[in-house]
């Protein structure tokens, strides 16, 4: 099970952190993603991390403002999102698979989202 939470409504230019509590699995060996889907638009993959949190992707829309890392003490990953835009506006999934990647189908569970609003 994923649940997400730390979603909400912010100010352009402001910050949020995603958090993506697990259980029922073993989370020190499950790779992570954070997805994000827009009103009217597919679902596309905004960051993923390894396992073991050695390594990090991110889609080139968010680089350099998000930044994913996991707790595997805690069972918890996160998403730490600076500078956030409009456009940043979706609802936040996190997923949980046993290979790192990009693609949604890489991924065997979903949390049920979490909103993210930024005004202009």
């Known amino acids: 099970q994923l649940v997400e939470s730390g979603g909400g409504l912010v100010q352009a230019g402001g910050s949020l952190r995603l958090s993506c509590a697990t259980s029922?699995?073993?989370?020190?060996?499950?790779?992570m993603g954070w997805f994000r889907q827009a009103p009217g638009k597919e679902r596309e993959f905004v960051a993923a991390?390894?396992?073991?949190?050695?390594?990090?992707f991110y889609a080139d829309s968010v680089k350099g403002r998000f930044t994913i890392s996991r707790d595997n003490a805690k069972n918890t990953a996160y998403l730490q999102m600076n500078s956030l835009k409009p456009e940043d506006t979706a609802v936040y999934y996190c997923a949980a698979g046993v290979v790192t990647g990009n693609r949604a189908a890489q991924y065997d569970s979903w949390g049920q989202g979490t909103q993210v609003t930024v005004s202009s």
């Open positions: 991390i390894s396992w073991s949190g050695a390594s990090t």
């Open positions: 029922g699995r073993t989370f020190s060996r499950t790779a």
